[in-house]
């Protein structure tokens, strides 16, 4: 096993190096001068190519790139040219954000996905399977702007139940200390401050979790039905043990691992395809940051982030599959 996770391990080098130099081209090849952008309009051709000198844009490309990576061994993301403040400082709190609506989305997902998936399998061709079946496809179908527009319009402006935008109460700011809000609160005993934090929760998590929440919905209702038909399964029941332990047990036991599939693949979109959500609900979360780096040009913020969220992406991965071998002692990494 260790041997594996070593191996692994080593085989982003190559990964995360590629994706690195794909993004570096990229987004130099966006239009636009980050120099021009910052001092403006009205800036004067000699300010610009002066500022241009002192962020060292005028160098060829792989005199950037080697820099660059140069940082990245030493730990240093490099500095935003908007911000002029070091991105790995920078880059948590917008990080933690999105890492904390992910995570409820993708809670949020499992639960209702999972278990929408296996009384739709228990109970195949009855009402509430087609019923969950018909939902989870609209689920994949529906744009995640409309439905995040749609529960603003519905639970926050005419139902006054839950906040419009953001992550706190502005006239009740929370001490950041982990910049995961639901932590914070909880480290320093404020229950009022908790409840605020998964009011504003509560819809940007909705909206995200629709898409997984059908898909894993799906997925679990294929699987269980393949594996209620096995010989195990009829055995089990032919000895009298319940419909709920034969289920929940023994078949979403060996069920499991097309679904843990989808739940790591999904939580990895989910960190890195946040940008609507977090736009209509005004997350400051590290898609907008990243967005917002776009439209400055801020080449190592892009750059950074990108490969922030593409590290995050394959360690899912990698733990995905370590997992496999816990669940089901058949498999083994040699």
């Not at 319009?153 to 009740?172: H, K, Q, Y």
Request: with cysteine; proline share 4%; hydrophobic share 55%.
């Amino acid at each position: 096993m260790l041997s594996y996770i070593i191996k692994r391990i080593f085989s982003l080098i190559p990964v995360l190096l590629g994706l690195s130099l794909i993004v570096f081209f990229i987004i130099r090849a966006i239009p636009g001068n980050p120099a021009q952008i910052i001092l403006g309009q009205l800036a004067t051709k000699e300010a610009i190519a002066e500022l241009t000198k002192q962020l060292g844009l005028d160098e060829p490309w792989y005199i950037q790139y080697v820099k660059y990576l140069g940082g990245l061994l030493t730990g240093d993301l490099g500095d935003s040219i908007r911000t002029k403040s070091a991105i790995s400082t920078e880059i948590w709190p917008y990080l933690a954000a999105t890492i904390e609506l992910s995570f409820c989305a993708m809670a949020i997902a499992i639960f209702i996905g999972v278990n929408a998936g296996i009384i739709s399998a228990w109970f195949q061709n009855s009402w509430f399977d087609y019923i969950a079946m018909v939902l989870a496809l609209i689920g994949v179908s529906m744009p995640i702007f409309w439905l995040g527009l749609m529960e603003q319009w519905i639970f926050a402006i005419n139902l006054d139940w839950f906040p419009t935008s953001g992550r706190e109460e502005v006239r009740n700011p929370i001490t950041a200390m982990t910049n995961i809000y639901m932590i914070d609160t909880l480290l320093q005993g404020r229950t009022d401050q908790f409840l605020d934090v998964v009011k504003h929760l509560v819809l940007p998590s909705f909206a995200l979790a629709t898409i997984p929440m059908a898909i894993i919905a799906r997925i679990t209702r294929s699987t269980m039905l393949e594996v209620m038909r096995s010989d195990f399964v009829r055995t089990a029941r032919a000895k009298g043990l319940r419909m709920f332990w034969v289920v929940y047990k023994h078949s979403l036991k060996n069920a499991i691992i097309p679904v843990i599939t989808i739940i790591g693949l999904q939580t990895g979109l989910l960190l890195g395809g946040a940008i609507l959500t977090e736009t209509i609900f005004s997350w400051p979360g590290i898609g907008r940051y990243i967005y917002d780096a776009i439209n400055y040009r801020d080449y190592p913020v892009v750059q950074s982030g990108i490969l922030v969220i593409a590290f995050i992406f394959v360690m899912i991965n990698l733990f995905v599959d370590l997992l496999y071998a816990v669940i089901d002692p058949r498999i083994k990494y040699n």
